[in-house]
């Protein structure tokens, strides 16, 4: 699209240990308003073609521990002051020559996650001329955004190895892990989220999402925009058991998680509703009906009824609609009415 590309490499001993891919960051309107970035650099600071757009970042194992100075010399050479790398959603690197591909980098361990900023609905219609510019409230594929810039280089992040494991992907669960991993001066490097479902959003585009309540605190985009996938260590199961002695957590598949800091985010749990017995013909409310809240439904379940806790739950109804189309006849019950 003309927008120049440049190439770094580094060598050492007339070797190739490290090579880097920038261009000029084009999107500096979009960045500014859509995330926090000016939490980390004053844009009156810094001239336009001075933020670059980092593509591709590789440097050989050994030489690891240099890559802060990799950075800092990337920012020398190209004249850059800041330096941003997005990371977007699966779903959207598994297109062939997707524009949004990004080689995973070995320097993400070196670069800040920038939060999202929250969105004004702009009535568009109404404001005319006045509305923002086309820049700003242009729809594009939502992504996490990470930056560097030559003060942050200066900077180094008190690395914390405590075993840290969230049991829930509730919402309580993912603000509590957001909240870490947006730290920019801290850096954990064992967080673990014990989920039936794993992290939510990602199955953002499948038909099961629509199955769910929806989530007011976070939607796909926010899950797209904060990646946590990027910090966080996803073990897929069921907790069955705490051994609070020897600090592990039985997990379905007789898998044991072990935890220095357990923290305990279940969230919402829908269970099969316990018949009351009354007759139906008889119009009663919930006050004519003595429900006891602790009791619980022991029987067998029908075949046709459907908690939708997990997205196995969701998977099976949707495969029990399909296979029974046209031929089911009567009305369908849902409870809660979130749903």
């Known amino acids: 699209d003309g927008t120049p590309i440049q190439a770094i490499v ?15 960051e084009e999107q ?13 650099i004053y844009f009156d600071h810094h001239q336009r073609e001075e933020h670059g757009h980092l593509y591709h970042f590789a440097l050989n194992p050994i030489f690891h521990h240099y890559t802060r100075h990799f950075l800092k010399e990337i920012l020398r050479i190209t004249f850059k002051s800041c330096l941003y790398y997005p990371v977007y959603p699966r779903l959207l690197l598994k297109k062939v020559n997707s524009p949004y591909a990004h080689s995973l980098t070995s320097a993400l361990n070196y670069l800040i996650p920038v939060r999202r900023r929250r969105q004004v609905v702009y009535p568009l219609d109404q404001l005319a001329i006045n509305a923002p510019s086309k820049r700003i409230t242009q729809k594009k594929p939502k992504y996490a955004l990470n930056h560097i810039n030559r003060k942050l280089t200066l900077e180094p992040k008190v690395t914390i190895n405590s075993r840290i494991v969230v049991v829930g992907a ?3 669960g993912i603000s509590f892990l957001e909240t870490l991993v947006f730290c920019p001066h801290l850096r954990f490097h064992n967080l673990t989220l014990i989920s039936t479902s794993g992290l939510p959003g990602s199955y953002s585009t499948s038909i099961h999402r629509k199955f769910k309540p929806t989530r007011y605190n976070y939607n796909n985009d926010d899950h797209a925009q904060i990646s946590l996938q990027t910090w966080v260590n996803v073990v897929t199961g069921k907790m069955i058991g705490i051994n609070r002695a020897s600090k592990y957590v039985l997990v379905t598949g007789d898998t044991k998680v072990p935890y220095e800091h357990l923290i305990l985010c279940t969230g919402l749990q829908y269970q099969v509703p316990c018949p009351t017995g009354v007759d139906i013909k008889d119009v009663l409310s919930n006050k004519d009906v003595a429900v006891d809240p602790d009791q619980q439904f022991t029987g067998k379940v029908p075949s046709n009824l459907f908690v939708l806790n997990s997205h196995d739950d969701c998977e ?24």
Do not use: M, T
């Open 316 to 339: 099976n109804a949707l495969h029990w609609l399909k296979k029974h189309e046209g031929n089911v006849k009567g009305r369908a019950l849902i409870l809660p009415q979130v749903l």
């Open 170 to 172: 509730s919402d309580v």
């Open 10 to 24: 580094a060598e050492v001993l007339q070797e190739i240990v490290g090579i880097a891919i920038i261009r000029n």
């Open 28 to 40: 500096i309107e979009y960045i500014r308003s859509h995330y926090n970035i000016e939490n980390f």
